[in-house]
C-alpha cells in the first residue's frame, strides 16, 4: 500500500498490455494485475495475425492501421519476432472474384491487388490449387507467435518502461484509489479493467448491459509442409465472414453459393486462416460456436471442415495435426469493441468481435487520451 499508481489496469492479455503501454508511453506508473502467472487466455491461443484487410470498413480499419503501426514500431525493441508479412486470399469462384474486385474499388484497396490465375500460379504456385482463379494480395498484415509474443511484450513493458506486473492475484473489486486482490490492496488513482470473457468478477451489471455471448474457436498446429509460405492464406469463406468484404453488396452471391456447396462448413462458422512460425509449422483454424457458456467439446466436423478448406484453397494435402486446442473470445450484437465509463476514473473495455491482437493498441491509444486527456468522463 506503500505506492499509489497513476494506473491499475486489470488483465495481461493483449488488452491489457496495449493500455499499459499507452499509459506507460505518456508518463504514468502502471500496475498491471492479472489472476494468472502469465496471459493464457484469447490471447495467447489466437493466430497473432495483426490484420488490416477485411477489417469492417471505418472506425475498426483504422484502428486495424493505427494497431499494426504500434506492432511494426515496439516489436523491434521487444524483441518480438514478425513472423511473417501481408496477406494472400485464394480466390476460387467467380462470386469471390467479384468480391475482391468490389474491395479494391474502396478506399481499403490501397496497398492490395487482385492477381489473375497465371500471375498468382507464376508467383505463389506452391499455394496455388488446381481451380484458382486468382488471389487478393494485401502487403497491410503483420504475424506474431503469440504465445511468445505476449510474455516478451509484458517483459519489455516491465524492463523499457518501468510497468510493475501483479501476478496470480484477483482483483474482487475496483474503486480508486484502493483496489482488492487476493494478494491485498492496491492504490492507483485511474483503473482500467480489460477481463477478456470474464463477464462477472468485476462490474457484472455493466457488461451485462451489452449483452456479451461467447465464441468458442477450434485451432489447429499442423506440421511443416516444408517450405515457407510467401504470407498467411485465407480463402473464399473468409469473404463471407470478415465484414470488410462480407458488408459489399458483391458478397450476397458468393455467400448463397457458399450455402449450397459448403453448408457444414458454415454451420460450424469454419472460415480458413493459415499461418506459418518459425520452425515451419502452421496455426490453422478456425471455427465459430457460439453461447452463453461454451462447452469445452470442440466438434470433429469443424476440424475435418478446417483441414477440407486448407485442401481446396492451397491444392496441398494437409500435414499431420500436432496440436489442438480451443479458444473463447467475447461477441455482442452490432460492436466491434466498448470502452464503458463506470465512473471518472475507470473504464472497461472489451473486444467483442475477435480482433483483439488486431485493433487493441489503437483502442488503448482512445481510452488513455479520454481517461487522461482533455475528453475525460466520456463514454462511447
Ligand atoms: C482462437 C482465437 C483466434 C484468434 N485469432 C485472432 C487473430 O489472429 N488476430 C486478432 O486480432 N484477434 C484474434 N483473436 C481475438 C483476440 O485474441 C482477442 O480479441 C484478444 O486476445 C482479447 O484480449 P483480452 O486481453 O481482452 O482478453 P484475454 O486474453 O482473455 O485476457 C484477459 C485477462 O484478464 C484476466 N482477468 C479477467 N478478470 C480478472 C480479475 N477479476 N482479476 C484478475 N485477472 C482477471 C484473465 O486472467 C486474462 O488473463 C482470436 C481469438 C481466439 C480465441
Known amino acids: 500500500m506503500s505506492r499509489t499508481y497513476d494506473v491499475a489496469i486489470v488483465g495481461a492479455g493483449i488488452i491489457g498490455l496495449a493500455h499499459a503501454y499507452a499509459a506507460a508511453r505518456r508518463g504514468k506508473s502502471v ?87 497465371a500471375a498468382f500460379r507464376d508467383r505463389h504456385g506452391q499455394i496455388a490449387a488446381h481451380d484458382a482463379l486468382g488471389a487478393l494480395v494485401s502487403s497491410h498484415e503483420l504475424r506474431v507467435e503469440s504465445r511468445l509474443a505476449l510474455p516478451k511484450l509484458a517483459a519489455w513493458l516491465a524492463s523499457a518502461h518501468g510497468v510493475t506486473f501483479l501476478t496470480e492475484a484477483a482483483v474482487a473489486s475496483v474503486a480508486p484509489p484502493r483496489i482488492e486482490t487476493s494478494r491485498g490492496p492496491i492504490q492507483a488513482e485511474r483503473a482500467i479493467i480489460c477481463p477478456g470473457e470474464d463477464f462477472v468478477t468485476l462490474l457484472a451489471d455493466r457488461i451485462a448491459a451489452y449483452r456479451p455471448q461467447k465464441c468458442r474457436l477450434s485451432m489447429l498446429r499442423l506440421a511443416s509442409p516444408g517450405f515457407r509460405l510467401p504470407a498467411p492464406v485465407m480463402s473464399d469463406l473468409s469473404l463471407a465472414r470478415y465484414a470488410g468484404y462480407a458488408a459489399l453488396p458483391e458478397a450476397e452471391a458468393l455467400r448463397r453459393r457458399l450455402a449450397v456447396e459448403q453448408a457444414p462448413h458454415l454451420d460450424n462458422g469454419v472460415h480458413l486462416i493459415i499461418v506459418q512460425s518459425a520452425d515451419g509449422s502452421l496455426v490453422v483454424g478456425d471455427s465459430h460456436h457460439y453461447g452463453d457458456l461454451p462447452d469445452p467439446f470442440a466438434p470433429a466436423e469443424a476440424e475435418a471442415c478446417i483441414l477440407d478448406e486448407f485442401s481446396r484453397a492451397t491444392g496441398l494435402h494437409p500435414p499431420p495435426v500436432i496440436e489442438r486446442w480451443v479458444g473463447i473470445y467475447p461477441v455482442a450484437d452490432g460492436r466491434r469493441f466498448f470502452i464503458d465509463a463506470p465512473s471518472d476514473d475507470v473504464r472497461l473495455v472489451i473486444v467483442t468481435s475477435g480482433t483483439g491482437a488486431s485493433t487493441g493498441f489503437g483502442i488503448a491509444e482512445r481510452t488513455i487520451t479520454d481517461l487522461f486527456g482533455p475528453g475525460k468522463g466520456a463514454s462511447k
Do not use: H, Y
Open 31 to 117: 500496475v498491471v494485475i492479472d489472476r494468472d502467472k502469465r496471459a493464457n487466455g484469447a490471447s495467447i491461443r489466437n493466430f497473432g495475425f495483426i490484420t488490416v484487410t477485411g477489417q469492417e470498413r471505418g472506425e475498426s480499419w483504422a484502428l486495424a492501421r493505427a494497431t499494426r503501426d504500434i506492432w511494426a514500431d515496439i516489436a523491434p525493441q521487444a524483441g518480438i519476432a514478425l513472423e511473417q508479412t501481408g496477406l494472400i486470399l485464394t480466390l476460387r469462384r467467380p462470386e469471390a472474384v467479384a468480391v475482391a474486385e468490389a474491395f479494391m474499388q474502396t478506399e481499403m484497396g490501397e496497398g492490395c491487388e487482385v492477381l489473375t490465375a
